[in-house]
């Protein structure tokens, strides 16, 4: 689809959107009316100020407590009240999301508390959290039903992005709500948890709009815990740095080439429709594949002569010097034998052999970097359509594949430099 | 008695025996109203019992090395403040019984913790024994404006801003009793200074303890509407950030594997000798806490003590032994900048990298030419040294030697305060070992 027509469809889609809030909106106003204009208010704020007092769980994981706020006002307010407090935590985004970005998120979410709340009081949901006697009547009219609207929310959320996704670059729905909806399930069931605690102390409990400073007390804990964690999960990502920085002292000439393996690598593992993880360990594997030349003397190294047992080594020694690493545990394979894969079988299956994979792929990418960009103990470096030929020649049958896989990796990538 | 504690020093025997006490007192003025006690709430003791026994079994280590057990601590708080309960009697028991049905759980959970041989550290109960006790004493003894907490509660039969403000700082109040008693045997059975341990404990997370403190007023406050439900409910918040704590506490030692991982780049290409990096790096550890350093500058010091060696990559031929102390001043600063430029490449490691670059400058540039050294590199230089003297030896004449050596260039090469700290190391660490582990 042309660029403006698509453009065009996303707005009408964004559109659809606000219609749909506007009509039910009118209807929820007919039906419950309006109300608990201070709590609404409380709410709001809250889930403004939810930017500060959410935080990342793991990659594409988020924490917020503008969910908690806008599933409290489902219980404590009209359907309309819920749309308030949904409309503020969609724009309250960050400053450098888009105008458009945000009209839609402020849109999504006046909709889908509208649709919930709706929803709460079909299910037996119950307003009146002063009246109810007994644990029982709280747990069958407010718990259970805020339980099951968190979780239409969260399905309605991701069904209403993964549209606009799909209208930008044709992602299939289900593909992206898999994607959003993997992941989740602890989350959603803590905003309905925290939220059902919320309602309680706020009005059977007596503490009125103060239970809010209570409920976020614990929850700031595991924002710091978490923060910490991402931190730390990206500075230990960097360190491997360090290992590059130590090849490329030792032997010079190789600099650049492990971040072009690592991107080609990268690139190919992709173009196979490997996921995620598998992605990130032979992308590891080609930037570390060289590693183990640290361990050997620099007359060696120069030689570079595969016929040589002591350089032979170099992708066991690398592989033996990580061993002890944990969380490079998935690259080791690919390091210790990208030099030689030789026979070794291989599939893109889930589960099938990653690593015996990964030795092919950084085989491939490495050989192919060494002839076109490093120029290999005195051969200077060749065009890259002449280095393609000369892999589909010189590799297995079996290999030939990956060739295909790396010149389609090629096409979508720029042609050096890539990496950082 | 004195013989099973002889063995702990003074603040842990203090804590131990307060706490004995605690359970004592509350033994001889309690018992004879256990059996009304368990006669009319059988149900509420025994969810307390639960959770407090549980919650003895699970214990998370922080970063900064300190164990807490959040559900139990959160437990017996909850406990001290309980009045009212939605379908439970109202909890109207004394004091020291409060403190028994706490005694009686934590010990069930201290029993089963020794049935399956896990590590006591008693301290710790005893320590969460005396915060909850002084909950417990807060809430139903003291009389505030002429009515206790626990009385306020039965009166106005549910919470009210005002009541949670006294819980949370009734709360904090017997947290943190339970932290500095905790944090002092800490800092004696490391042999570091308390009030390092101290800042550490309290300073390494606000929002842990904030958590922490909160939770057991939430319990209380809920109890009055959802009853025992809100014993396990109310914790699930908590309950999940402690589960982030034990991934980062996690994720920090893979973190530690990584940088230890490049410290052994230079033991692969023989430039050093096997296992130098980490000899070094524990010595610097041991100094640096001798001196009172926090624990996330001792971080610091242990990551750039592994990859004080790292520039020697750079060198065309391997020195002998790789002991840079034997180098050439010239060589020695070479492969510290050298070292640093490597580090820098990671661009998170600065702080690490500037510590490994001036490792190498003599003490008199410090105090003659008014050089800035950080301590941090001031150590590194005499662990390293010591560490190439000695060859690793642990020989108690090597070590005299090589502390000879080292007095040779008191004031001239190493910072004499820094050379006093590490004899003080090695005279405590030549002792075999008695620290028993932390729960």
Do not use: C
């Not at chain 1, 042309?2 to 209807?27: K, T």
């Not at chain 2, 034990?246 to 893979?254: D, I, L, P, R, S």
Request: charged share 15%; net charge neutral.
């Amino acid at each position: 689809m042309p660029r403006r027509s698509r453009d065009a469809a996303i707005n009408a889609y964004i559109l659809g959107v606000w219609v749909a809030v506007g009509v039910l909106g009118v209807i929820a106003w007919r039906l419950v009316g309006l109300g608990a204009f201070g709590t609404v208010a409380l709410l709001a704020a809250l889930a403004t100020a939810s930017s500060w007092v959410g935080f990342h769980i793991e990659r594409g994981v988020q924490f917020s407590a503008g969910h908690i706020a806008v599933l409290a006002a489902i219980a404590m307010a009209p359907p309309l009240g819920a749309a308030v407090v949904g409309l503020f935590m969609g724009l309250a985004a960050d400053r450098r999301v888009p105008v458009r970005n945000r009209v839609f998120n402020g849109g999504m979410w006046a909709l889908v508390p509208i649709i919930a709340a709706l929803g709460y009081g079909l299910i037996g949901g119950s307003h009146h959290l002063d009246e109810i006697d007994g644990l029982s009547g709280l747990i069958f009219h407010v718990g259970a039903p805020l339980l099951l609207v968190d979780i239409l929310q969260t399905v309605l959320n991701a069904y209403l992005l993964a549209g606009v996704i799909r209208l930008s670059n044709d992602t299939p729905v289900l593909t992206v709500m898999r994607g959003l909806l993997l992941g989740s399930g602890v989350t959603t069931m803590g905003y309905g948890l925290i939220a059902f605690l919320l309602v309680v102390l706020w009005q059977p409990g007596g503490l009125g709009p103060s239970s809010v400073i209570l409920i976020l007390m614990p929850l700031l804990g595991a924002r710091w815990a978490y923060r910490q964690y991402g931190e730390e999960r990206a500075a230990r990502e960097r360190t491997l740095r360090v290992l590059v920085a130590a090849v490329e002292t030792k032997a010079p000439h190789l600099a650049g080439h492990s971040d072009r393996v690592a991107a080609l690598s990268a690139r190919m593992a992709e173009g196979l429709g490997l996921g995620p993880v598998d992605v990130r360990d032979i992308e590891v594997a080609g930037m570390l594949h060289d590693l183990g030349q640290v361990a050997l003397p620099r007359p060696v190294i120069r030689a570079g002569d595969l016929n040589d047992p002591l350089f032979r080594s170099y992708g066991r020694r690398g592989a033996n010097l990580l061993r002890g690493v944990s969380f490079l545990a998935g690259s080791l394979d690919g390091i210790a034998h990208h030099a030689e894969p030789g026979a070794r079988p291989w599939s893109t299956e889930p589960g099938h052999g990653a690593g015996q994979l990964a030795s092919h792929i950084v085989h491939v990418a490495d050989t192919y970097d060494l002839l076109t960009e490093v120029a290999d103990h005195g051969a200077p470096p060749i065009p890259p359509q002449e280095a393609l030929a000369r892999l589909r020649l010189e590799l297995p049958a079996a290999d030939a594949e990956l060739v295909d896989v790396l010149s389609r990796a090629l096409a979508r990538t720029p042609p050096s430099g890539a990496g950082e | 008695m004195r013989g099973a504690i002889g063995r702990f020093g003074p603040w842990e025997r203090a804590v131990i025996i307060l706490g004995m006490a605690a359970v004592v007192y509350a033994a001889v003025t309690a018992v004879p109203h256990v059996g009304q006690l368990v006669e009319t709430q059988p149900r509420l003791i025994a969810a307390y019992l639960l959770a407090l026994a549980a919650g003895e079994l699970v214990r998370v280590q922080l970063p900064s090395g300190r164990v807490t057990a959040p559900v139990a601590t959160a437990s017996a708080v909850a406990l001290a403040f309980t009045a009212l309960t939605n379908g439970e009697a109202p909890f109207s028991t004394s004091t020291s019984a409060v403190v028994l049905v706490a005694v009686v759980g934590i010990g069930l959970g201290l029993a089963v913790r020794r049935l399956v041989g896990r590590p006591l550290g008693l301290y710790l109960s005893m320590a969460r024994l005396l915060g909850a006790s002084v909950v417990a004493v807060l809430t139903r003894a003291i009389a505030f404006g002429g009515e206790s907490l626990w009385q306020w509660q039965v009166d106005l039969q549910r919470g009210t801003p005002l009541v949670a403000l006294a819980m949370l700082a009734i709360a904090a109040v017997g947290i943190n009793v339970e932290l500095v008693l905790g944090g002092m045997v800490r800092a004696e059975r490391h042999r570091a200074q308390w009030d390092t341990v101290l800042r550490d404990d309290l300073g390494e997370a606000p929002a842990l303890n904030v958590a922490l403190i909160s939770s057991g007023p939430l319990v209380a406050l809920l109890a009055p509407v959802l009853g025992l439900l809100a014993l396990p409910l109310a914790l699930v918040p908590m309950v999940l950030t402690y589960v982030a704590v034990e991934k980062y506490v996690a994720n920090q030692a893979t973190y530690r594997q990584m940088i230890a991982t490049l410290s052994r780049l230079t033991e692969a290409g023989g430039y050093t000798s096997p296992d130098h990096a980490e000899r070094v790096a524990e010595l610097s550890v041991s100094i640096a806490r001798n001196l009172g350093l926090l624990q996330r500058d001792v971080q610091v010091v242990e990551y750039a003590a592994l990859l004080h060696d790292l520039g020697q990559i750079a060198l065309r031929e391997p020195i002998p032994g790789g002991a840079t102390v034997l180098a050439a001043p010239g060589d020695q600063q070479q492969i510290a900048a050298d070292g640093a430029r490597i580090v820098r490449r990671a661009g998170v490691l600065d702080n690490v990298a500037a510590l490994v670059e001036v490792q190498a400058t003599p003490y008199r540039q410090v105090r003659e030419l008014d050089e800035k050294v950080p301590v941090e590199s001031r150590i590194i230089k005499v662990a390293n040294a010591f560490d190439d003297l000695t060859g690793g030896s642990r020989d108690p004449d090597a070590e005299e030697r090589a502390l000879e050596r080292i007095h040779l260039g008191l004031g001239y090469e190493y910072d004499p305060a820094i050379v006093e700290a590490l004899t003080d190391v090695l005279r405590t660490r030549s002792r075999p070992s008695l620290l028993p582990r932390d729960g």
